[in-house]
């Protein structure tokens, strides 16, 4: 299945989902960033590729306002080329609004991820040649006081429908780029595409995550970086 058409089925299949405290707040950017989101994909997701890189789910100041995984504003329009408008989110918090492009606040895992790209490749077309970067979900949870809430920290009454949707659209995914290699960017997401393709021929590792709150990504995630594709076999310029 094309990779639009297996966003879409997703969006609609998480749409039915209801979650219970302490979620308070859901956004789904494949709804109102739907045209942003559409935009990377027709751009540079099209036909196979041989690394997928595989995120947890969107941050408040990445994909939530940019439609983009690990969407650092500055990077998804000025270096991947994504201009298309957002929209608002059903029910938006006000702790976490949501600007689009306009939006001033950096996604520190956004900028890490990016502009590791950008340094090691120069241009989106030789990165996207080889790589596609996707999150594992694409909702974002938030508490009442506006705190992140990720996917692994659901009961798990409710992370299981969660897990089963995404489990199976991950594997459309693969199905289509038909990867060499699957690297999580996190544990989390290694472990979840672990179950999701258990008997599918494709290398799956995990890559140290970029968020500030890693202390070890705080000493240099690019050059960690470059040392895990590195021993993984990717060349990455």
Sequence with gaps: MEPLRVARALSETLAALRFKPPVACVYNPLEYAWDAHRQYVERWGSGRRDVLLVGMNPGP??????GVPFGEVSLVRDWIGVTAAVNKPKREHPKRPVQGLACPRREVSGAR??????????????FFEKFFVINYCPLMFMEES?????????????????????????????????????????????????????????????????????????????????RTFRTLGVVAN
């Design 113 to 126: 991820l990016w502009g590791w790209a950008r340094d090691s490749f120069r241009t989106p077309e030789r």
């Design 61 to 66: 100041w990445g994909m939530a306002q940019t």
């Design 146 to 226: 506006g705190r992140n809430l990720t996917p692994d920290k659901l009961p798990a009454g409710e992370r299981a429908p969660l897990e089963s949707a995404c489990d199976r659209a991950l594997r459309e995914l693969a199905s289509y780029y038909k990867p060499r290699m699957i690297i999580g960017v996190g544990n989390f997401a290694a472990d979840r595409a672990r179950e999701a393709l258990s008997g599918v021929d494709v290398g799956i590792h995990s890559l140290l995550h970029p968020s500030p709150a890693n202390p070890q990504a705080n000493k240099g995630w690019a050059a960690a970086a470059d």
